[in-house]
């Protein structure tokens, strides 16, 4: 989670309608307290998932639970196996050892990656879980709001990665594995364009990270959200008055780059 540079993959949430309900998305209730490069502290991030295969016997990436049926995660995750059976997703996870009294586990009959994903380029790096079974909602357990169309984010807004991805490059996250959270500041696109050249940044990807390096994702991280606190409008949200958290997708290097999941809410929805 923190080091200078490391290529890995964590995932900017918000849809309308039944897609994520309205009422719950976005609300972390114990959530009291943000800074960088740290430990999270329990149901901090309640949309946070840990992605474990049955057959490589451990976590290898994260998610973002984004109604009581789906997850969304990153394509590039399942490259290499396809079948649903050998996965385990774990809410309400705090760390990767030990008892988690927060947690349940679901099965998935679905994996379900935008059919337009490039290998090569990472474009629309995306990929929906069915669960198995739906879950209840709890202080520990809640969906993040996806994106949605005519969001805005500007250079220089502070957003939030989690994971349990390496702190360095090549170097675990110590026993007993955690849930780590760092802030980074959004990146404009021609800043990020020129530092990355000459990977191209497509309009379904946004910049995230310190130009200095430091703090950003690792290996672990991939498919984990980055999330950005926006104060919900009155004519989506009428009976909140709390702000909301907003997922992105994020690929990180000197600074990040992922899947922007505003342009994708048609397929989402679909």
Request: hydrophobic share 35%.
């Amino acid at each position: 989670m923190m080091r200078s540079r490391c290529v890995a993959l964590a995932l900017l949430l918000f849809v309308e309608g039944s897609f994520c309900q309205l009422n719950v998305c976005g609300r972390a209730s114990l959530n009291n307290r943000i800074v960088g490069g740290q430990s999270a502290g329990s149901g901090a991030w309640p949309w946070q998932v840990s992605l474990h295969s049955l057959s490589f016997g451990g976590h290898f990436c994260g998610g973002s639970l984004i109604n009581n049926l789906w997850v969304i995660t990153a394509a590039h995750c399942f490259e290499s196996f396809s079948d649903p059976s050998d996965l385990v997703v774990y809410l309400g996870r705090q760390t990767q050892e030990g008892y988690n009294p927060n947690e349940i586990s679901r099965g998935v009959t679905k994996i379900i990656s935008h059919p337009k994903y490039d290998t090569e380029t990472k474009n629309n790096d995306i990929t929906l879980l069915r669960l198995n079974r739906p879950v209840t909602f709890t202080n520990y357990i809640r969906p993040v709001c996806l994106a949605s169309q005519g969001s805005s984010f500007v250079s220089g807004t502070r957003s939030w990665i989690t994971g349990w991805g390496n702190i360095y490059s090549g170097v675990w996250l110590p026993s007993p594995g955690v849930l780590q959270e760092v802030a980074v500041p959004l990146v404009s696109r021609s800043v990020c364009t020129e530092l990355l050249q000459p990977r191209a940044i497509t309009q379904n990807m946004i910049c995230a990270g310190f130009l200095e390096g430091g703090k950003d994702t690792c290996q672990g991280d991939s498919g984990g959200p980055m999330v950005t606190k926006q104060v919900p409008s009155l004519d989506i949200q009428p009976h909140q008055n709390k702000p909301t958290w907003l997922c992105q997708d994020s690929l990180c290097r000197l600074v990040q780059a992922g899947a922007h999941t505003v342009t994708e809410e048609d397929w989402l929805q679909s």
